[in-house]
Nanobody, 115 residues
């Protein structure tokens, strides 16, 4: 079955960096758009970044220039490089794939930015 497993979260100080990973299985990874979302306490889940099978990327305005999404089709993994983190980036980060109009989510990884 479809599985998405995020990792790489943690506690960092403002201005520092983290790289999140999402390991995928159970579907043809290279043929599907992958997305990163985040959900902060008390807020709705929001789209952070996406990457298509052709490597086209898109970002939320709040992370443009700081975050980079990438994919490795040999490792079936999508990454989110996050630089210049600030407290507003504190959230649980999830990866998602949509297959036949069904959304599949990982369990999420916590990112906390605090001094």
């Amino acid at each position: 079955q479809v599985q998405l497993v995020e990792s790489g979260g943690g506690l960092v100080q403002p201005g520092e960096s983290l790289r999140l990973s999402c390991a995928a299985s159970g579907f043809t990874f290279r043929l599907n758009t992958m997305k990163w979302y985040r959900q902060a306490p008390g807020k709705e889940r929001e789209l952070v970044a996406s990457i298509t099978p052709a490597y086209f990327t898109n970002y939320a305005d709040s992370v443009k220039g700081r975050f980079t999404i990438s994919r490795d089709n040999f490792k079936n993994t999508v990454y989110l490089q996050m630089n210049s983190l600030n407290p507003d980036d504190t959230a649980v980060y999830y990866c998602k794939v949509t297959l036949a109009r069904v959304d599949y989510w990982g369990q999420g990884t916590q990112v906390t930015v605090s001094s």
